[in-house]
C-alpha cells in the first residue's frame, strides 16, 4: 500500500495550497515524513520533512518562511502548508516515509533515506 498524498491544483502566485498525505502503513517504529518535488525536466529535490515524535522540521532554503509541515499522529496524516506560492514552486509534490532517519539536513534531504513513497500531486502556480 502507498502513501496516500492529495491536495494538489492550479493556484495563482501568492496563493496557498494544503497538502495531505496519508501512511496506512504506519506504525510506531516509522521515523519520519518528508515532502519532495520534481518539476518539468528537472531532478526531484527535498521540500521539507517532520519526525512524528517531537514534531522536529527539516526544510529547503527555497521554501524556507512559506512553506510548514505539520503532523496529526491520530490520523497517521502529514500536512503541507504552502504560502505566498510562487511560479517556479510548479512541481509534482511527492510525499515519503522513512522507518529510520539519521540526524543532520543532509540525511533527512537524501531520497535513499525513504523507504516508501506516494504517487505525486501536481501543483502548478501561474503567474
Known amino acids: 500500500v502507498q502513501l496516500q498524498a492529495s491536495g494538489g491544483g492550479l493556484v495563482q502566485a501568492g496563493g496557498s495550497l494544503r497538502l495531505s498525505c496519508v501512511d496506512p502503513?504506519?506504525?510506531?517504529?516509522?521515523?519520519?515524513m518528508g515532502w519532495f518535488r520534481q518539476a518539468p525536466g528537472k531532478a526531484r529535490e527535498f521540500v521539507i520533512a517532520?519526525?512524528?515524535?517531537?514534531?522536529?522540521?527539516y526544510d529547503a532554503e527555497p521554501v524556507r518562511g512559506r512553506f510548514t509541515i505539520s503532523s496529526d499522529n491520530a490520523k497517521n496524516t502529514v500536512y503541507l502548508q504552502m504560502d505566498r506560492l510562487r511560479p517556479e514552486d510548479t512541481a509534482v509534490y511527492y510525499c515519503?516515509?522513512?522507518?529510520?532517519?539519521?540526524?543532520?539536513?543532509?540525511?533527512?534531504?537524501?531520497?535513499?533515506?525513504?523507504?516508501?513513497w506516494g504517487q505525486g500531486t501536481l501543483v502548478t502556480v501561474s503567474s
Open positions: 515519503a516515509a522513512a522507518t529510520v532517519l539519521a540526524n543532520g539536513f543532509k540525511n533527512v534531504a537524501r531520497e535513499m533515506s525513504y523507504n516508501y
Open positions: 517532520i519526525r512524528w515524535s517531537g514534531g522536529i522540521m
Open positions: 502503513r504506519r506504525t510506531s517504529s516509522n521515523n519520519a
